[in-house]
């Protein structure tokens, strides 16, 4: 992991090295069996280089202690590792260049079930376009890099503070604390391909 971080902060393998403070490479220990990932860094993940600093991260540790989780314990990552200006969308070239990093993340933490926080993640897990509306709060069958398990699709933090109802999300994360009470039951498995 730590030669991955390594990758991670001296990457310019798309236009967002140019405008970034610090890259975001995620942080977590190692052997999490729960692993969460956000869409990109904002303004105070980029300041600090850290995955959920800011408000939404404040809202996110309130959401994992009611699913019965603490932040130390679970791994969270980002589909991308810096921040989009002005906190825009994605782009699809930018989740070309960085997702081997997340690909490789999965590989090394193997968790036992992702939880995909919003449309980009689960979209990019998934490999396919994800309406939140209908599949928030689902378990879905997963394929990605190598790995296969559950994902839990979940929706994003920030959206509670520009939007979906505090409660909607509320409930996305009391579904979880039943899936993470029974994680001992989630079978993974992973063929090894090659890092990025
Ligand atoms: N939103 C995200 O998707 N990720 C972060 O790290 C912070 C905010």
Redesign the pocket.
């Known amino acids: 992991m730590e030669e991955l971080n390594r990758l991670i902060k001296s990457c310019t393998r798309c236009d967002l090295h140019k405008w970034r403070t610090n890259p ?1 490479p995620g942080e977590g220990p190692e052997d999490a069996e729960v692993m969460l990932v ?5 303004y ?2 980029d300041k600090e280089g850290r ?4 408000a ?2 404040k809202l996110l540790d309130e959401l994992l202690e009611s699913a019965g989780l603490k932040r130390e314990e679970v791994f ?1 990552a ?2 991308l590792k810096c921040r989009p200006p002005g906190n825009r969308d994605p782009t699809d070239e930018e989740i070309e260049a960085c997702t081997p990093y997340l690909k490789r993340q999965i590989q090394i933490v193997r968790p036992r079930l992702i939880v995909a ?2 449309r ?2 689960a979209g990019v897990l998934l490999g396919r376009p994800v309406s939140m509306g209908r599949m928030h709060g689902t378990l879905e069958d997963c394929s990605y890099g190598g790995w296969r398990g559950k994902v839990f699709v979940s929706y ?3 959206a509670a503070l520009y939007g979906t109802s505090r409660e909607l999300l509320g409930r996305d994360f009391e579904s979880l604390r039943g899936i993470v009470e029974r994680l001992d039951e989630f079978k993974v498995s992973q063929q090894m391909t090659l890092g990025p």
């Open positions: 975001v956000g869409e990109a860094p904002g105070y993940e995955p959920f600093v800011g939404a991260g969270i980002n589909v926080l919003g980009f993640a994003h933090p920030a």
